[in-house]
């Protein structure tokens, strides 16, 4: 069972516009998420995070959305940019075991100039 | 600083062969982690560490095994690989801050199993 949930596996957007990849998870334990994103070849490199006290973590072009009652974040990339062209993995963890996190199976954006 | 080294790159094993995948990270962190990512999957954890001599299973272990002597080092073993085997695997660490878990990821080995 997918305790963390990618639900579109690739996303094509215009340069200049926005990107939103989207992130479902099921267990209510979860209380920290994490994006990171991955280009072919290398290993996923970290982005942007949120804690569960928060509904909103903004850093530069990119922003992070938490809705808790839904179960549901999201990550916003204003403008997107072709560098933006990558894999981007949702991942979460819960308080209870801080030293396990769980990744979504990742969206795949292309950024159209 | 290089961060989280892995080696090899790139391995092709026979059915039954058996190799060590290697890690190294010089940030001090106390957590190591080692995923494999099949495609179109999201990454699986294989075995993880929480400092020297501390390991534990994640998701997926069986046909793997771990060691960690040094705080640096967690090297990944497979014995009598298996084509279900082939995959993309990485290792990470964090230094773990309460509530502050991002990882650092090396660059991958790919390894194919026939």
């Known amino acids: 069972d997918q305790q963390v949930k990618q639900n579109s596996p690739s996303l094509s957007v215009q340069e200049g516009r926005i990107s939103i990849l989207n992130c479902d998870y099921t267990n209510s334990m979860f209380d920290y998420f994490l994006w990171y994103k991955k280009y072919p070849a290398e290993g996923p490199t970290f982005l942007i995070s949120i804690s569960s006290i928060k509904d909103k973590n903004e850093d530069g072009r990119f922003t992070v959305f938490l809705n808790k009652s839904a179960k549901h974040l999201s990550l916003h990339i204003v403008p997107s940019q072709p560098g933006d062209s990558a894999v981007y993995f949702c991942?979460?963890?819960?308080?209870?075991?801080?030293?396990?996190?769980?990744f979504g199976p990742g969206t795949s954006l292309s950024v159209i100039p | 600083n290089a961060g989280v080294t892995q080696t090899p790159k790139f391995r092709i094993l026979k059915i039954g062969q058996s190799m060590t995948l290697q890690c190294t990270q010089d940030?001090?962190?106390?957590?190591m982690y080692w995923y494999r990512q099949d495609p179109g999957m999201g990454l699986k954890l294989i075995y993880y560490s929480v400092g020297a001599g501390i390991t534990d299973k994640g998701e997926v272990p069986n046909g793997y095994n771990v060691s960690r002597s040094t705080t640096e080092d967690f090297p990944l073993r497979l014995e009598l690989a298996a084509p279900s085997q082939t995959s993309v695997y990485f290792c990470?660490?964090?230094?773990?801050?309460?509530?502050?878990?991002?990882?650092?990821f090396g660059p991958g080995t790919r390894l194919t199993v026939t």
């Open positions: 991942a979460a963890s819960a308080k209870t075991s801080y030293d396990k996190v769980i």
């Open positions: 990470a660490s964090n230094g773990y801050l309460a509530g502050g878990n991002e990882q650092y």
């Open positions: 940030m001090n962190h106390n957590y």
